[in-house]
């Protein structure tokens, strides 16, 4: 597909860069030299000069192939005006970061409609809701749902001592529909084999059936209580998304915010919240308003060297769970391994959110995880797939793909070898990103 980004900040250039390791036709827009400049040095993608909402400009590029346009630069309203233009020149999919929530009340939808916006994308609104989801699983370090919620993968810690430790995956007694399909270990994904067995302080992807994945989601972690009371680092628009949608989910939550601005105005917002103005790096602060008892510690500060170090405070003092927000996606192993629970990029959930609605094909959905060192693809098995009507063991995947469920005539199953992919099945992939591309040549005859 041939798609246009405008914009070449950090969400532009994961999109970019995503795209075009799935073989999409790639132009990007940008006014910026030097943004620009990283682009070209970077990534194998067409780079124009110029302002990503001009009729013109997109004239000149020529709108009669172009299947989708991602507006995400800095500005709300150059992104609007950008979808608004191509889908006027004829492009069938638009899509517009906005984080002004006047544009995306109530009537967003009839707004968008109006704008010729088939999809808002909000960056903050994303990586809160995707922060609240985790936190209703105690034991999760990420939570993400397929095939219209009837899929879900969880991601767990195996905490130390484990008696599971050691053990082949072929030998685990997990419930029915669920199978292991990734390892994280020291920074490094494994598409695991029946032989390959699950360490201490190994992260661990199940996929499987939703309720038979909501069974099982203790069983290879510590006993954890429900999260509770909730002490949130950081009143930005992340801070204030997410304290005014755990607040409405009945959680007892503490801000703490050094804007006093901030401060005042998340304080008119809230009902039940406790908002205080000071310094979030003040360990006598701290120690005064509990931070070691609560359930969970988020740090949302623009400075990833301070939700660190927070973090790092919260766990000493006793905190059960501790959230840090970065800004550069190549922290996040090194603050994971360092002892903080759950580290996320707002860049790559946003990168991540939009990936999803751009379908190639087969395919349905793409998701990333651990700041993209794998991939989940979801994708229908349709009349003429190389995947049709075939046993798993036949059909000659790229070597770290693991087919792990299948949605068919509403029911989940977890395949083996002798499964046979029937036309109308939706399957969830779990796969290395190297090998994402792959898939996709082998569904067009490529591969």
């Given at each position: 597909m041939?798609?246009?980004?405008?914009?070449?900040?950090?969400?532009?250039?994961?999109?970019?860069?995503?795209?075009?390791?799935?073989?999409?036709?790639?132009?990007?827009?940008?006014?910026?030299d030097e943004r620009r400049s990283i682009?070209?040095?970077?990534?194998?993608?067409?780079?124009?000069?110029?302002?990503?909402?001009?009729?013109?400009?997109?004239?000149?590029i020529g709108m009669a192939d172009v299947g989708m346009l991602i507006a995400v630069t800095d500005s709300d309203e150059v992104n609007m005006i950008a979808c608004l233009t191509a889908k006027q020149a004829g492009v069938p999919k638009t899509i517009a970061r906005v984080r002004n929530m006047e544009y995306l009340g109530e009537n967003s939808a009839k707004f968008g409609n109006m704008l010729g916006i088939d999809m808002f994308i909000n960056p903050e609104m994303v990586t809160a809701l995707e922060i609240a989801q985790i936190l209703k699983t105690p034991a999760a370090l990420d939570v993400e749902d397929f095939a219209g919620g009837k899929v879900r993968?969880?991601?767990?810690?195996?905490?130390?001592?484990?008696?599971?430790?050691?053990?082949?995956?072929?030998?685990?007694?997990?419930?029915?529909?669920?199978?292991?399909?990734?390892?994280?270990?020291?920074?490094?994904?494994?598409?695991?084999?029946?032989?390959?067995?699950?360490?201490?302080?190994?992260?661990?992807?199940?996929?499987?059936?939703?309720?038979?994945?909501?069974?099982m989601e203790d069983m290879f972690t510590q006993?954890?209580?429900?999260?509770?009371?909730?002490?949130?680092?950081g009143a930005g628009r992340i801070g204030r998304h997410l304290t005014l949608l755990l607040e409405k989910s009945g959680y007892d939550v503490k801000v703490v915010e050094k804007d006093r601005h901030r401060c005042e105005e998340l304080a008119?917002?809230?009902?039940?919240?406790?908002?205080?103005?000071?310094?979030?790096?003040?360990?006598?602060?701290?120690?005064?308003e509990g931070i070691g008892q609560y359930d969970a510690v988020i740090c949302l500060t623009d400075d990833d060297k301070l939700n660190l170090l927070v973090a790092l405070m919260a766990k000493h003092f006793g905190a059960q769970k501790t959230f840090a927000r970065v800004g550069r996606p190549e922290y996040i192993t090194l603050m994971e391994q360092v002892g903080v629970d759950v580290v996320f990029s707002p860049r790559l959930l946003t990168a991540g959110a939009i990936l999803r609605s751009v379908r190639r094909g087969d395919i349905v959905s793409v998701t990333l995880f651990e700041g993209a060192k794998a991939e989940a693809v979801e994708l229908d098995v349709i009349e003429g797939s190389p995947l049709a009507e075939r046993p798993i063991r036949e059909i000659k995947f790229p070597r770290r793909v693991l087919v792990g469920a299948i949605v068919r005539n509403g029911h989940t199953l977890v395949p083996n070898g002798d499964t046979i992919l029937q036309v109308g099945d939706r399957v969830v992939m779990f796969t290395l990103p190297d090998d994402a591309a792959k898939i996709l040549d082998f569904l067009e005859g490529r591969g």
């Amino acid at each position: 597909m041939k798609i246009i980004v405008v914009g070449a900040g950090k969400v532009g250039f994961t999109l970019a860069q995503r795209l075009a390791q799935e073989e999409h036709d790639v132009i990007v827009i940008e006014k910026d030299d030097e943004r620009r400049s990283i682009i070209e040095q970077n990534l194998d993608v067409m780079t124009v000069d110029g302002n990503g909402a001009s009729p013109q400009l997109l004239a000149d590029i020529g709108m009669a192939d172009v299947g989708m346009l991602i507006a995400v630069t800095d500005s709300d309203e150059v992104n609007m005006i950008a979808c608004l233009t191509a889908k006027q020149a004829g492009v069938p999919k638009t899509i517009a970061r906005v984080r002004n929530m006047e544009y995306l009340g109530e009537n967003s939808a009839k707004f968008g409609n109006m704008l010729g916006i088939d999809m808002f994308i909000n960056p903050e609104m994303v990586t809160a809701l995707e922060i609240a989801q985790i936190l209703k699983t105690p034991a999760a370090l990420d939570v993400e749902d397929f095939a219209g919620g009837k899929v879900r993968m969880l991601e767990v810690k195996i905490r130390h001592n484990s008696p599971l430790s050691g053990l082949p995956i072929k030998t685990l007694q997990l419930p029915d529909n669920v199978l292991v399909v990734g390892i994280l270990r020291k920074g490094k994904m494994i598409i695991p084999h029946g032989n390959d067995s699950i360490a201490d302080m190994d992260s661990v992807f199940f996929l499987g059936e939703r309720e038979a994945i909501f069974n099982m989601e203790d069983m290879f972690t510590q006993k954890r209580t429900l999260v509770e009371r909730i002490f949130i680092v950081g009143a930005g628009r992340i801070g204030r998304h997410l304290t005014l949608l755990l607040e409405k989910s009945g959680y007892d939550v503490k801000v703490v915010e050094k804007d006093r601005h901030r401060c005042e105005e998340l304080a008119k917002a809230v009902d039940k919240s406790m908002i205080i103005c000071g310094d979030g790096t003040d360990v006598e602060l701290l120690t005064e308003e509990g931070i070691g008892q609560y359930d969970a510690v988020i740090c949302l500060t623009d400075d990833d060297k301070l939700n660190l170090l927070v973090a790092l405070m919260a766990k000493h003092f006793g905190a059960q769970k501790t959230f840090a927000r970065v800004g550069r996606p190549e922290y996040i192993t090194l603050m994971e391994q360092v002892g903080v629970d759950v580290v996320f990029s707002p860049r790559l959930l946003t990168a991540g959110a939009i990936l999803r609605s751009v379908r190639r094909g087969d395919i349905v959905s793409v998701t990333l995880f651990e700041g993209a060192k794998a991939e989940a693809v979801e994708l229908d098995v349709i009349e003429g797939s190389p995947l049709a009507e075939r046993p798993i063991r036949e059909i000659k995947f790229p070597r770290r793909v693991l087919v792990g469920a299948i949605v068919r005539n509403g029911h989940t199953l977890v395949p083996n070898g002798d499964t046979i992919l029937q036309v109308g099945d939706r399957v969830v992939m779990f796969t290395l990103p190297d090998d994402a591309a792959k898939i996709l040549d082998f569904l067009e005859g490529r591969g």
